[in-house]
């Protein structure tokens, strides 16, 4: 049975669709605030993906391609007539991306949070990159109460707003998948050539250890008629009170 993403839809239902996707260790929940403004105007769908809810649904998790089909059905079942924008952080930055990439006649605009296609990290970076996710890589295969407490000291460490209670070992998969695609040769053509020539608007946090995206994405973004906006947070970008008015406005302005 092909894995399926359940969405929870809210807002106008007559209006533009938004599709909301987070990443770890986030559920559909983070995107409380953005729905609550956008509702009137807009129809607003979210997706959580398994084992990322509390709940440990599935002990190996989704491969990055299931991941992408999946997302790729669901906007084909909700918005069947129109492409949809999509509002993605984190890892669902990662998927958003490879959606538009794979089905660009899905997707109409793009509202990146703090994680980009193009990233070029200093060495100094790449080793906290890697020290970090292979910490989680490990939880992951640990599996237990040994995995779990090693999810959510990670988690404690970035500042994650989920509460340590929906965390489990489980919900790593992400960080599993890259590596796993790594090694089969498969993530060498994720972003190969990818520059989208549509709506972009890329907001990033700046306190944090070191960004997750280069001045080469940066630019692309603004020489497309984009917008880059860095505010004084941490990752978690969608929580700064300023960050809807930013939304609102890009929204408007590339509205059709």
Not at 153 to 164: E, I, K, V
Request: glycine content about 8%; some cysteine; aromatic content about 12%.
């Amino acid at each position: 049975m092909e894995f399926r993403l359940t969405p929870m839809i809210d807002g106008n239902e007559s209006g533009p669709t938004l599709l909301f996707i987070q990443g770890w260790p986030d559920d559909a929940s983070i995107w409380d605030g953005q729905v609550a403004t956008l509702a009137e105007q807009y129809r607003c769908v979210r997706i959580t993906l398994p084992n990322f809810e509390g709940a440990r649904d599935t002990r190996w998790g989704h491969s990055t391609d299931q991941i992408i089909e999946a997302l790729a059905h669901c906007v084909r079942e909700v918005a069947p007539a129109n492409p949809v924008t999509l509002v993605i952080h984190d890892w669902g930055a990662m998927w958003g991306h490879l959606l538009q990439e794979r089905y660009p006649q899905l997707v109409q605009r793009i509202a990146g949070l703090d994680i980009a296609p193009h990233v070029r990290p200093s060495i100094g970076a790449a080793l906290a990159i890697l020290a970090y996710q292979w910490w989680l890589v490990a939880a992951f295969l640990v599996g237990g109460t040994i995995g779990d407490w090693m999810t959510r000291r990670m988690a404690a460490a970035m500042g994650a707003p989920a509460p340590s209670s929906r965390l489990t070992a489980w919900m790593n998969y992400p960080y599993r998948n890259i590596y796993l695609d790594m090694v089969l040769g498969r993530a060498a053509d994720y972003f190969d050539d990818y520059w989208p020539d549509i709506p972009l608007l890329f907001v990033y946090g700046k306190r944090k250890p070191f960004p997750f995206h280069s001045e080469e994405w940066t630019a692309h973004v603004e020489r497309t008629g984009g917008r880059v906006v860095g505010l004084d947070s941490n990752h978690w970008v969608m929580l700064d009170p300023g960050f809807d008015e930013i939304l609102v406005s890009w929204l408007d302005a590339t509205s059709e």
